[in-house]
């Protein structure tokens, strides 16, 4: 089987970047949600992509609109998954709702079709109860700003097939992705194994006092060379998708770093989505020519 229709089932922030970078890379999309004002809301997102194809892909107004005009946008969960190949699941990361849309696509996809989810916590395992074909599932998560930063990390249960595996290894070089193959399952994947516990230093300095956002992200910046900082890295992935996840005891013993996400969250300092988190957008601060000077 060839990967040639997909349907990707919630356009929140990385639903819709999966979606469009499939469709700017040549395939037939169709994104579902739930109603017609989430699908507003979805291609208003989409629509802001433009300017960040044209600076980092150099795509020209009639690339970018080319991509558009492969994207289909649909409320009904059966006119969105009849033909798919393939359905990347993005919906918020709850089991129980996730759950409930695996048992309804089960009944509407064709028998032949792959279900990967998005999800940056779940486990394949725990979501192959909820189909009709464990062989015919697995993970593939994907980092903010996919155009760029271009990893997309596949993961299987136990169950999955491996030639579906590689079907999905397959895809995802097509849409210009690199695919960070795990050889077992685990929570975090790599990215975020890596990258969890430098936001939460970052943020646990902060909430108590130690350092402000600046100057913990100026520290981080000048010592390693990196382009940004734990706080930048916060705005690029945004507080309502850092409020999805509970951050495990571990990193967050007394509560104060998710009480800080939800505040902010709260009061609309979304980060890049909003125009401002940490920072203020398009043009952050720690962009500035001035930033790492003492």
Do not use: C
């Not at 979501?127 to 998560?141: C, G, S, V």
């Not at 998708?241 to 709260?266: C, F, M, N």
């Amino acid at each position: 089987m060839t990967i040639k229709k997909l349907t990707v089932a919630g356009g929140g922030v990385l639903g819709s970047q999966i979606a469009y970078q499939a469709a700017y890379k040549g395939y037939p999309v169709t994104i579902y949600d739930i109603d017609q004002a989430a699908l507003t809301a979805v291609k208003t997102r989409i629509n802001a992509l433009r300017p960040s194809y044209q600076t980092d892909l150099q795509a020209s107004d009639a690339d970018f609109d080319a991509a558009l005009s492969r994207l289909t946008y649909v409320s009904d969960l059966a006119e969105a998954v009849k033909h798919a190949d393939l359905i990347i699941e993005a919906i918020p990361e709850n089991l129980d709702l996730k759950t409930k849309f695996y048992q309804q696509i089960s009944e509407l996809a064709p028998a032949t079709a792959i279900f990967s989810s998005n999800s940056s916590s779940l486990l394949p395992s725990q979501l192959a109860p909820a189909t009709d074909r464990p062989a015919r599932l697995l993970n593939m998560h994907f980092a903010n700003h996919i155009w760029v930063n271009n990893t997309a990390e596949i993961m299987g249960s136990s169950q999955t097939d491996p030639k579906v595996y590689q079907e999905v290894v397959t895809f995802a070089k097509s849409i210009g992705m690199i695919p960070i193959q795990l050889k077992k399952e685990h929570s975090s994947y790599i990215l975020n194994s890596l990258l969890t516990p430098l936001m939460a230093s970052g943020m646990s300095l902060w909430v108590n006092g130690i350092a402000d956002p600046q100057t913990i992200d100026k520290t981080w910046m000048i010592a390693t060379g990196a382009a940004m900082g734990p706080f930048g890295i916060l705005d690029m992935i945004g507080a309502r998708t850092l409020t999805a996840v509970p951050l495990p005891a571990a990193i967050d013993p007394d509560g104060k770093i998710t009480a800080s996400l939800k505040q902010r969250l709260a009061d609309g300092k979304l980060g890049v989505e909003s125009g401002e988190g940490f920072y203020h957008y398009p043009n952050p601060e720690f962009q500035q020519p001035d930033f790492l000077k003492a």
